[in-house]
């Protein structure tokens, strides 16, 4: 026996167990088919058990469902092999985790003192989540890379291609074989070389950079594209540059259509105003800019509608307008603006869509032709034929009350006048006579006062004053004086209001309104029922006037009267007292204010008036 045999065998049992005991790995026995024959007490601080729990189990009672298999293989060839390093298995540890462990299996069968394959383990689960998480970061940047939306290459330092994805391949017409190896700068025009170089080393001392250069495609066309340029870092290690380029050629394009566009419509007398395909104003040119007021730092980024359009814009024009740039359609049209001072300007307005290569609206183009001398004319022109055409009613009515209404009276005072010359004064016939000529010459002036009245609403419809007032006081007003006929009567009115009761317009007219249309329901009343009678008030700013009353009266047969309703001396019930006088008032009165009226008539059911006024 040599003296290093000496030295083993003097060593204790208890020194051997020490250094098993408090080594590091997981060390244990176990049969042929896998369960624990020892257990060390390293177990404790690796997985949670007592070496007594474990003793006596199957170690595949521990194993990942996935990893028994292998595990099984692994004791096989070790049961006839002298050794096996298996491959890396999940154990469940005392609190129900799985831990990574790498086993290496050596067979002490044969050992008289073991009789068993003793297993050295070691926990590697830290190391496993960091392989795996490694794993998925390089799958997970494999697949961002080449499903990213935009084309992408990464450069080394030295500004060669090392990777790109499909987009790029697709975009440029070359090969990963024609590119990767390859220098930036092959596929740029020289003019950029200075301005890549640059970019590329800002990006190198760690900055984003994106800037716009040409790239020669494969079949010699050129791209214009943006590219933007991020550093590649590692472990804080600059390794390259990862390019994320956009093709904006089609845009650099249509950027010269528009600086072209531009410069033409700069030097036309006409307002211009571009927008993009949300109708925001672009550009607009110095003439928009003398026409309207506004300057280009004030409308860009505007909608045109929402400063140029106001109170008297005719909404179904700017409707109109909407629908055809929702279609993507030319439209022509004259519509009301409004410069910035508040003064109203006629513009005759084309707007036209210009359309990218796809085929998709891409801006609009509107020019403005000021034609408010034009506008003003026409509605003077308009309202002198409105003038004619009120007046030569007028001619027309006044006509007839002469031969219909004055002619009868003046023949028969005409007649009486001689008779009275004939006739001595003291014979019971000039007496007759003489109160016969009363009345007709009474008859005669009532015609004159009401030709008179009519005269005056016409001569004063433009130059009495507007004035601010209830449209509830006019009315009870009207009511008031009217009551003692109501409560004969047992008539009831009912008021209701919509919207704000103040308003602008000729108090004396709405009076006159209100009391002949009152008037008119408690003298055509039914007498088959208690009078009622509904008076509605609508009013809402920008969206004009609404008075409507209604009755539960006779009613009118629309049918025959026709448009007779509202002429003067024209009466439809013989058996109530009247001149005729009453409705001709009122719309004279609607009318002199703007307005129209309308009626809805049934027989025996009522009547009632719509009147609108601006």
């Not at 167990?17 to 020892?38: C, H, M, P, R």
């Not at 300007?345 to 801006?363: C, D, R, T, Y």
């Not at 009207?478 to 009912?494: C, E, F, P, R, T």
């Amino acid at each position: 026996m040599d003296c290093r045999e000496e030295q083993i065998q003097a060593l204790s049992p208890a020194f051997f167990s020490a250094i098993v005991e408090n080594s590091s790995d997981l060390i244990s026995v176990v049969d042929s088919s896998g369960t624990y024959k020892y257990v060390g007490q390293s177990i404790r601080r690796h997985l949670g058990y007592c070496p007594e729990e474990l003793i006596g189990t199957n170690a595949y009672h521990y194993l990942h469902p996935h990893d028994i298999s292998l595990v099984m293989q692994a004791l096989a060839f070790a049961t006839a092999e002298k050794s096996v390093q298996a491959a890396p298995f999940r154990f469940r540890n005392k609190n129900g985790e799985w831990r990574w462990l790498d086993c290496h299996f050596s067979n002490m069968l044969h050992d008289k003192n073991i009789k068993g394959i003793v297993t050295n383990s070691r926990d590697i689960t830290e190391q496993r989540k960091a392989q795996l998480n490694e794993e998925k970061a390089q799958v997970y940047y494999k697949s961002l890379f080449q499903d990213y939306p935009d084309a992408l290459i990464l450069l080394d330092k030295s500004g060669r291609i090392v990777k790109a994805n499909l987009l790029f391949y697709h975009m440029s017409g070359y090969s990963a074989e024609e590119t990767i190896g390859a220098f930036y700068y092959k596929y740029i025009p020289e003019a950029f070389w200075p301005l890549a170089s640059s970019a590329i080393q800002q990006v190198l001392k760690g900055e984003i950079k994106t800037l716009e250069l040409q790239f020669f495609k494969k079949d010699g066309s050129l791209l214009d594209l943006q590219i933007t340029g991020v550093p590649i870092l590692l472990k804080g290690n600059l390794e390259g540059i990862q390019c994320v380029i956009k093709d904006i050629t089609a845009k650099k394009k249509a950027e010269a259509q528009l600086e072209l566009l531009s410069l033409v419509a700069d030097k036309t007398t006409n307002g211009v105003i571009i927008t993009d395909n949300y109708e925001n104003i672009e550009w607009v040119n110095n003439s928009f800019t003398r026409l309207t007021g506004y300057t280009f730092e004030e409308v860009i980024g505007k909608k045109p509608g929402n400063f140029l359009t106001g109170s008297l814009t005719n909404p179904e024009t700017m409707a109109q307008i909407q629908e055809k740039i929702r279609k993507a359609e030319p439209i022509a049209v004259e519509i009301l603006n409004y410069k910035k001072n508040g003064e109203e300007l006629w513009v005759a307005m084309e707007i036209n869509p210009i359309f990218n290569e796809a085929g998709q609206p891409e801006k609009f183009v509107a020019t403005q032709v000021d034609i408010t001398s034009k506008k003003k004319a026409e509605l003077e022109m308009r309202q002198l034929t409105k003038d004619l055409f009120d007046h030569n009613r007028d001619l027309k009515q006044f006509t007839y009350i002469v031969s219909h209404n004055l002619r009868a009276p003046v023949a028969t005072a005409l007649g009486l006048a001689n008779l009275l010359t004939m006739v001595d004064k003291d014979h019971e016939v000039f007496d007759t006579s003489l109160k016969n000529l009363q009345i007709t010459v009474e008859q005669l002036n009532t015609i004159l006062k009401d030709l008179n009245a009519i005269l005056s609403i016409r001569d004063n419809q433009n130059a009495a004053a507007k004035e601010k007032f209830s449209i509830e006081e006019v009315y009870q007003q009207a009511v008031a004086n009217l009551q003692d006929s109501l409560n004969q009567h047992q008539g009831k009115v009912s008021f209701c209001l919509e919207g704000d009761c103040n308003l602008i317009s000729k108090k004396a007219y709405l009076y006159s309104i209100f009391y002949n249309l009152l008037s008119n329901a408690i003298k055509y009343r039914s007498a088959e029922r208690p009078l009622q009678i509904q008076v509605t008030y609508r009013n809402y700013p920008g969206s004009g006037t609404e008075i409507v009353v209604a009755d539960n009266g006779s009613g009118l047969d629309l049918n025959k009267i026709g448009e007779n309703i509202f002429k003067l001396y024209k009466r439809f019930h013989r058996n109530v007292e009247g001149r005729g006088m009453g409705l001709f008032l009122v719309k004279t009165h609607v009318e002199a204010l703007g307005g129209h009226i309308g009626i809805n008539s049934q027989v025996n059911e009522g009547t009632r008036f719509i009147i609108n006024l601006p």
